[in-house]
């Protein structure tokens, strides 16, 4: 592999991890009632859009007569991206 992928690779890694502690961090630390509610928001938006894709995949592959088999890793990814981006809106939106 060449040494511009893996420096590439290193920092979508680096991003990753930066996205899972924003989400873990957005859910322990507490505020008052309108943090609550952003975070309350953002979690509930980003429920509801995994529930939609894993319903969507699971259709699919039971469409195309397909093993059902998802990476934990790309869930996990996914839903960190989702759920910082609603957690940005949602902040936009209520100010914070």
């Known amino acids: ?8 690779l290193g920092i979508v890694l ?15 630390i507490p505020g008052d009632e309108r943090n609550q509610v952003i975070v309350w928001k953002a979690s509930t938006f980003t429920l509801l859009g995994m529930m939609g894709a ?14 059902m088999a998802q990476n934990p890793f790309i869930q996990l990814e996914v839903f960190a991206i989702v759920y910082f981006g609603a957690l940005m809106f949602y902040k936009r939106k209520h100010g914070g």
């Open 54 to 67: 894993n319903i969507l995949d699971v259709i699919e592959n039971l469409v195309r007569e397909q093993p």
């Open 1 to 8: 592999m060449p040494i511009g992928a893996m420096i590439f």
């Open 14 to 28: 680096v991003g990753f991890l930066a996205l899972d502690v924003i989400v873990i961090a957005s859910l322990l």
